[in-house]
């Protein structure tokens, strides 16, 4: 991707969602709040002078108004780009006003992401200072293990973040015998695997079982920040395997590494709904909204934080 000004143009379409989607903060509707990230991403994405395609969405094309697998975005006149997308990263959490919503998208040359099936991904992420030393074959213990020699701390210090679901009491039965620290979450193990990068989040490595899209969406982010991630499928039944063959999948027990999930130059851009680990959420005033985003190229290892406020007196957002 050549032009730079693009990644602007991308953070104003999460800028937008996360305007759109906060108007339903604590409401408790999930599938409005899901409607208008959507809603609002899609007719932003129109004004971009992008040839893009959606690889990563919410759905099939049949599941609209989800942004479906394979749905053509842009205005068709400029760099033929894949667009990997979770409009509404943490629906659950916005409908409840709950921390660490938001809407994301990362975006790469045609054919460097992996076209993930909507199944799940068994993942463990990292931040730069663990970067190689995590191998999703061995036990948590073991990674655990090798995480804090790498970091020079104790396993008693590490925290490790995990999905709050049943299938993972055994994962966390093992990781407080190891002697590691836990911090559960309902959703959101995008922002979980990007917090454990950031020093200062307290999160050291994420293990578990979520979506697969989200471990995509995930691995992009990590790639700029020089993170380390690993994945495997998880497959719920013989349809999902089934996808994955349509789309190309052919070794079902493949362990995929970072660069597997998301190669070559890659952009990743987030705004916050809800105030979390890493972004603040959106925040009304009187004529307006304040946003908090960050935009990063794993190309140049830049990050930036956008703290963008929003007059709705000289602009529209839906």
């Known amino acids: 991707m050549d032009d730079k000004s693009l990644t602007i143009e991308f953070a104003r379409v999460t800028e937008h969602a996360a305007i759109s989607v906060a108007r339903f903060i604590g409401r408790g509707d999930e599938e409005a709040a899901d409607r208008a990230a959507v809603e609002s991403m899609r007719g932003s994405l129109e004004y971009i002078d992008i040839d893009g395609t959606i690889v990563i969405g919410e759905g099939e094309r049949d599941e609209a108004p989800m ?69 999703i074959k061995l036990s948590s213990t073991e990674n655990l293990q090798r995480i804090a020699e790498a970091l020079n701390r104790y396993i008693e210090d590490l925290t490790v973040i995990i999905l709050k679901r049943e299938r993972h009491k055994p994962l966390i039965e093992e990781v407080r015998k190891a002697g590691a620290r836990i911090r559960l979450i309902q959703d959101g193990d995008v922002a979980g695997a990007i917090a454990t990068a950031k020093e200062d989040s307290g999160i050291d490595v994420l293990m578990g079982i979520g979506g697969a899209p989200e471990g995509v969406l995930g691995a992009a982010a990590l790639r700029c920040v020089g993170g380390d991630m690993q994945g495997r499928l998880v497959f719920r039944n013989e349809e999902e395997r089934g996808r994955a063959l349509k789309m190309g999948i052919k070794d079902f027990d493949k362990i995929y590494g970072i660069h597997d999930l998301a190669a070559g130059d890659v952009i990743f851009v987030a705004t916050g709904v809800t105030n979390g680990d890493y972004l603040n959420g959106v925040k009304f005033f009187q004529s307006g909204a304040k946003t908090h985003s960050v935009v990063m190229r794993s190309k140049t290892g830049t990050i930036r934080y956008i703290e963008a406020t929003h007059y709705f007196n000289y602009k529209e957002i839906k």
């Not at 205005?75 to 659950?92: F, R």
């Not at 994301?104 to 992401?113: S, T």
């Open 67 to 135: 942004l479906y697998i394979g749905e053509k975005v842009g205005s068709g006149k400029g760099q033929k780009v894949d667009i990997a997308v979770d409009p509404l990263e943490g629906t659950t959490l916005a409908a409840t006003s709950a921390p660490n919503a938001i809407a994301v998208m990362a975006i790469g040359d045609h054919g460097n992401f992996l076209h993930a099936p909507d199944t799940y991904m068994e993942k463990i992420a990292v931040g730069p200072k663990a970067r190689g030393v995590i191998d």
